[in-house]
């Protein structure tokens, strides 16, 4: 079966825009989470969401946001971007409790 | 606060040495653990979970909630072990929320 897709790949965006992540997970798991991949920080945990609800969320500015649709598909969205929003964005999906399966990532550079 | 450490940044070893990569984690319930995997221009997959305990690519890890450990060895390193190796942890209950370390590459040297 088809994996996780995250479009678009790469992202180049000037400081202050806004920018939309696009995650599809594989089918018939309903939990999507996000996570944020720097050199200086590693992996953080950006949110989780389950049945188009916010299940928990990690320690990121209001600016970091999201949503789930009913097919499962979740956006993440990035307002007001600033130069250290530059990273990799992954996506995962699960069952409602179990392995993690992760997204090639979207490549965010901010300038 | 839930954390997991992972305190060599680098290790490299010759194709045929044993390999041990050390993973500390502090939290005060019952977590589940987890390593991960990152091949070269590969997406991150799942090695293993602590609660399979199953030997996946020769690769063991045997979580010690004494010592708040799960490291993870191998007998015999081959070079297609060459990647970066992230242990994580979940708290259990509602959420897939993973704790990821700051990862440890591991090179293999023919």
């Known amino acids: 079966k088809a994996g996780v897709t995250q479009t678009p790949r790469y992202l180049i965006k000037t400081r202050g825009q806004q920018v939309t992540l696009s995650c599809s997970p594989i089918?018939?798991?309903?939990?999507v989470s996000w996570y944020q991949q720097t050199p200086g920080q590693g992996l953080q945990f950006l949110f989780e969401?389950?049945?188009?609800?916010?299940?928990n969320k990690g320690n990121f500015p209001g600016r970091f946001s999201g949503r789930q649709f009913s097919n499962s598909r979740s956006e993440m969205n990035v307002s007001t971007l600033e130069l250290g929003d530059s990273a990799l964005y992954l996506c995962?999906?699960?069952?409602?409790?179990?392995?993690?399966?992760f997204g090639q990532g979207t490549r965010l550079t901010v300038v | 606060a839930q954390r997991v450490t992972q305190p060599e940044k680098l290790l490299s070893v010759f194709k045929g040495a044993p390999v041990e990569l050390k993973c500390n984690y502090s939290?005060?319930?019952?977590?589940?653990l987890f390593w991960y995997v990152q091949y070269s221009r590969q997406r991150l997959q799942l090695l293993l979970r602590?609660?399979s305990r199953e030997s996946i690519k020769g690769f063991t890890a045997d979580l010690n909630k004494g010592e708040t450990s799960f490291h993870l060895k191998k007998p015999f390193a081959q070079e297609e072990d060459s990647a970066m190796y992230y242990c994580?942890?979940?708290?259990?209950?509602?959420?897939?929320?993973?704790?990821f370390g700051t990862g440890t590459l591991l090179a293999v040297q023919p």
């Open positions: 995962a999906s699960s069952l409602e409790q179990g392995e993690a399966f």
């Open positions: 089918s018939g798991h309903r939990s």
């Open positions: 969401y389950f049945s188009e609800t916010q299940r």
């Open positions: 939290y005060s319930g019952s977590p589940e």
């Open positions: 602590h609660i």
């Open positions: 994580a942890l979940t708290m259990g209950g509602a959420t897939n929320k993973l704790i």
